[in-house]
């Protein structure tokens, strides 16, 4: 199940989850490109074009 079914299905589940992962968290900001969004934007780009 995707997590936008989840989020149609139990919204206050999701939010309950995100907010238990990302608490006391910390982020850590690179100032670079992350691999998964620049890997997701080439297959997107073949894709479109292929």
């Given amino acids: ?3 936008l079914q ?3 299905r139990a919204p206050g589940l999701c939010v309950a989850a995100v907010d238990r992962l990302t608490f006391n968290g910390a982020i ?3 100032d670079t490109e992350s691999y998964r969004l ?3 934007k080439t297959q997107a780009g073949h894709t ?3």
């Fill in 28 to 30: 850590i900001q690179t």
């Fill in 6 to 8: 989840w989020m149609d």
């Fill in 1 to 3: 199940m995707s997590i």
């Fill in 38 to 40: 620049a890997h997701a």
């Fill in 48 to 50: 479109a074009t292929g």
